[in-house]
């Protein structure tokens, strides 16, 4: 079965700590921390991961792309990220997908469970992702033990740049 996350951006940057605060200082800031996190949840859990931003705090931008592996959305001007959401919602569910919408807007939780897609609070997600946060590191550890030494001194900021090469980040 294929994992779809569809995330509503700004509800998680409202709701996320360390998001809420870099959002004080820099909005573009924040955006750009949650597409960080959800390329480290994409390349943990192998989910399609589909960010959902509202156009309204970013005027003039109505479009799609990919940052990472990640797919980011911004909303038409006319348009809000729920609504957006339960698009997605109904066009990608099917019977060999299963949809997880992240948010903790209320109201949208009721649509979206009518369109046969699962709800992850914000409360939720930043649980699991502090998890999976503590998983990688755990891994990373346990990988920098076992590589063999390179012939060629490489200094941390090198290393993790090549890592993140290897893993499809840009």
């Known amino acids: ?26 909005l573009a800031a924040a955006r750009d921390r949650l597409i960080e996190l959800m390329a480290e949840y994409q390349g943990y859990t192998g989910y399609r991961v589909i960010v959902v931003f509202d156009a309204q705090f970013v005027q003039g931008i109505a479009k799609k792309h990919k940052n990472y592996r990640i797919e980011i959305v911004f909303t038409r001007e006319s348009e809000t990220a729920d609504e957006r959401i339960e698009k997605l919602a109904i066009e990608l569910n099917d019977i060999k997908t299963q949809v997880i919408v992240a948010t903790s807007d209320f109201t949208e939780q009721w649509v979206i469970f009518g369109q046969g897609a699962l709800r992850k609070s914000a409360r939720e997600f930043l649980i699991e992702m502090k998890q999976i946060e503590k998983k990688i590191a755990k891994r990373v550890q346990r990988i920098q033990g076992e590589r063999p030494i390179s012939k060629i001194p490489l200094t941390d900021e090198i290393a993790e740049t090549f890592e993140k090469w290897r893993r499809g980040n840009k």
């Open 1 to 26: 079965m294929n994992n779809i996350l569809l995330v509503d951006g700004y509800n998680i940057i409202g709701a996320w700590p360390e998001l809420t605060e870099l959002k004080q200082h820099n």
